[in-house]
């Protein structure tokens, strides 16, 4: 029997929530949780993609146990994101927006508070976690870039020469250690925390979401001002700009690979459109228009 996918999408008007039964190929929507509130970011836990985590404006953090047909809070303070692991499916992490982060090793049901050296740095972080390693995180704020191979423990400097204002941060899925960064000014790489951050050749103007495919030739997602996307391919060591479907009017806000398939993404928009592509980010199909504008996107499968 085919699995169905489900796809939770944070929006400025609530969580929209889709069904894909029998991997038919048709989106359908089956609620929107917390409507009049901005969902900043979603987390299924990818073994039982039931359980949900939704960071909710003005609600904290929240958690369903039935694919979001109802809630309950877990943390009330403004809590800005939350992330797990493919590969380690009960390793979460959520930070507030006053600067706490929060670890978790057994699927949420008991958080640890972390602190990066006393400071509120996670008020303005990006996030992500190492593709081998669910315990090493990277943040970035500010003017530096951070790691930890604890879950958030102790930290240290990661590379020098770190870029200015860094909007996006995603970890290499094969190359351990490889960290890439979208800035103002560009996208740079760096292959450890005494290594220098290099720029990436003929990186377009980056706006605030990157992503990177996993596969024996990964491919790195840059969201392009102009409503476009921009496709890195590291053995050619090339950019290419993307074919959108469909009139995309607004910026694009998030770019999300899928955890159980490595040939496929989804991209939503400030202007509410979401597209996917199933060839590796070199086309793109619009499947939904007209949500509100779109802050988060993740894919899950029941199994």
Not at 214 to 222: N, R
Request: aromatic share 10%; hydrophobic share 45%.
């Amino acid at each position: 029997m085919a699995k169905a996918g489900l796809l939770f999408v944070g929006t400025d008007d609530g969580a929209v929530l889709f069904s894909n039964p029998n991997n038919i190929g048709r989106w359908l929507r089956i609620g929107q949780p917390f409507r009049g509130q901005a969902v900043r970011a979603l987390w299924p836990l990818p073994d039982n993609p039931l359980v949900v985590f939704a960071a909710v404006a003005g609600q904290g953090l929240q958690r369903s146990d039935d694919g979001g047909q109802s809630w309950r809070t877990l943390f009330d303070v403004d809590i800005q994101g939350v992330v797990g692991h493919y590969n380690a499916p009960n390793m979460l992490y959520t930070w507030a927006v006053g600067g706490e982060l929060y670890a978790s090793a057994d699927g949420g049901e008991h958080w640890d508070r972390r602190t990066l050296q006393g400071s509120a740095a996670f008020a303005a972080a990006r996030i992500a976690i190492a593709a081998d390693d669910a315990r090493r995180l990277y943040v970035g704020y500010a003017h530096a870039i951070w790691t930890s191979s604890d879950a958030g423990v102790t930290w240290a400097r990661f590379g020098e020469q770190a870029p200015q204002d860094v909007q996006a941060l995603a970890a290499h899925p094969t190359r351990s250690g490889r960290l890439y960064a979208a800035a103002a000014s560009g996208v740079y790489s760096c292959d450890g925390p005494q290594a220098d951050w290099q720029g990436v050749a003929g990186a377009p103007p980056a706006e605030d979401a990157l992503a990177i495919l996993a596969g024996q030739q990964p491919a790195l997602l840059l969201a392009e001002a102009g409503a476009s996307i921009a496709r890195y391919d590291e053995a050619s060591a090339s950019w290419t700009t993307t074919a959108l479907d469909g009139d995309w009017s607004g910026a694009i806000t998030v770019i999300t690979p899928v955890g159980y398939h490595i040939d496929m993404a989804f991209a939503g928009s400030a202007s509410g459109q979401l597209a996917t592509s199933t060839d590796r980010g070199r086309t793109w199909q619009l499947i939904k228009q007209d949500l509100p504008p779109i802050r988060a996107v993740v894919a899950a499968r029941l199994v």
